[in-house]
């Protein structure tokens, strides 16, 4: 039987209080189609945002993207870093912002994004050793592949508690926890919120699909680029990923991804590195 999830649902994509991305986000998403547009224009929609424009830059110049010479404005980040990536990095920049109020919360807010950023890197990592065509989209999809947790927390408290006591009682992973809870868990949620903020196809269903990527009929290869990282991360106990287990890899996904031993070592040490290059995003979350 369907679980019952419309009601829930509902208070999704009724919330008033919902945090709500910049405008010039959604714009953003409708420009980059448009085959004319050139550098110039997206740099100056960015830069009606005065804040977006200059935490994307900050983000931009940060070690994680290991730029040469300092950028001073979008348009010239675009022309180095391209359209895409400079757009998933103000995407990046204004739901990192978006969130802020969760803190107050008794949830752990930090580790939660410390688990977001880490997934994010290692999505990014390993989308660019297997020279994927989502290297661009890897690290935003990672960095909100548990964005449903957030409205868990917020929306649903009481069954967030009883999925946190869950966890510890019947020594189960978060989803499984909700599942027993809830009937679905925060991927699903997630893709509410994804529907909410209109998020590319892709990005929603690597939030979606991020806890059972062998029932992915499209997108797959970032689907399971999310999945791995969300592990790999956990292995290298990168923040909260909300309970302290670490998921078994899908064998398929071993041999579709050509992991071996040697190759996941090597990947675990150019995580850390790109984690520690990392810090500007870790300070959006912590101010
Ligand atoms: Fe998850
Ligand atoms: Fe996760």
Redesign the pocket.
Known sequence: MEPDFQSYRDVVHTAKDLPTLSSVVHRLHEMIRNPNVSAADIGQLIAQDVALASTTLKLVNSAFYGLSQKVNSVTHAIVILGFNKVKNIALAASILKAFENCKSTDFDYLGFWEHSIGTATAAEVLARSLRSPYTDEAFISGLL??QG?LILVQYFPEEFQKVSTLIHTNRIT??KAEQEVMGFD??LVGTWLAEKWKFPEHLSLAIRM??KPAMARQHNELIQIVHTA?ILCRALNIGN??DPFISELDTQIWTQMNLTEQRVDDLLGDISTGMSNASEFLELVRQ
Request: no cysteine.
């Open positions: 592949h548990d947790k978060m989803h925060h991927s991020h806890h969300d990923g909300g």
